[in-house]
Antibody, heavy 122, light 107 residues
Framework: EVQLVQSGAEVKKPGESLKISCKGS????????IAWVRQMPGKGLEWMGI????????RYRPSFQGQVTISADKSISTAYLQWSSLKASDTAMYYC???????????????WGQGTMVTVSS | DIQMTQSPSSLSASVGDRVTITCRAS??????LSWYQQKPGKAPKLLIY???SLQSGVPLRFSGSGSGTDFTLTISSLQPEDSAIYYC?????????FGQGTRLEIK
């Protein structure tokens, strides 16, 4: 079965760092891009950026550039989203998602992780 | 960024009704338009891609149409399990953008 499994919910304080993960299985992880999508409480979906695990080519939505870091370790089929200094406004559900086709960074997302809830509060 | 506008923002309909949700893009997408369904506490689920192609496993009562800037998602005969939020998404030009969502309730 093709699936993405994300790490568990996190509760952090402002200023703390955090790295959440997304592990792929059932397919060639290196050959498909992995995107991260933010959903703030009660709000819609925002595409944050995307990485190609095969060569770590990474693209960010301009509003997220410098605010988060997307990375991947193809040897363990895992993508990451990290923050160096969290803010309360980072409180959201974060999903990883895989485009439908090999090598495509823009295809629709047919496989989604279950989501990781990040809560930032003092 | 390409702006995606859905209408209505919410609607309520009865089981068996035909329901239509509209999505308008700020510039032409040709047919690079997808639809997702999201139920509470769950990840979005792909329903329609390339404006009108039904994703594998999605019931035939769901259909999509349109091209350019105007698109529709139609549910031909509403079922209780269709209560959800529906999002359109463009993949014509990065960054990928989503509509604001349409909340569908069952009367």
């Amino acid at each position: 079965e093709v699936q993405l499994v994300q790490s568990g919910a996190e509760v952090k304080k402002p200023g703390e760092s955090l790295k959440i993960s997304c592990k792929g299985s059932g397919y060639s992880f290196s050959s498909y891009w992995i995107a991260w999508v933010r959903q703030m409480p009660g709000k819609g979906l925002e595409w944050m950026g995307i990485i190609y695990p095969g060569d770590s080519d990474t693209r960010y939505r301009p509003s997220f550039q410098g605010q988060v870091t997307i990375s991947a370790d193809k040897s363990i089929s895992t993508a990451y989203l990290q923050w160096s200094s969290l803010k309360a406004s980072d409180t959201a559900m974060y999903y990883c998602a895989r485009p439908m086709s090999i090598g495509s960074s823009t295809d629709p997302f047919d496989i989604w992780g279950q989501g990781t809830m990040v809560t930032v509060s003092s | 960024d390409i702006q995606m506008t859905q209408s209505p923002s919410s609607l309520s309909a009865s089981v068996g009704d035909r329901v239509t949700i509209t999505c308008r893009a700020s510039q032409s997408l040709t047919t690079y338009l997808s639809w997702y369904q999201q139920k509470p506490g769950k990840a979005p689920k792909l329903l329609i891609y390339a404006a009108s192609s039904l994703q594998s496993g999605v019931p035939l009562r769901f259909s999509g149409s349109g091209s350019g800037t105007d698109f529709t998602l139609t549910i031909s005969s509403l079922q209780p399990e269709d209560s959800a939020i529906y999002y359109c998404q463009q993949s014509h030009s990065p960054p990928i953008t989503f509509g604001q969502g349409t909340r569908l309730e069952i009367k």
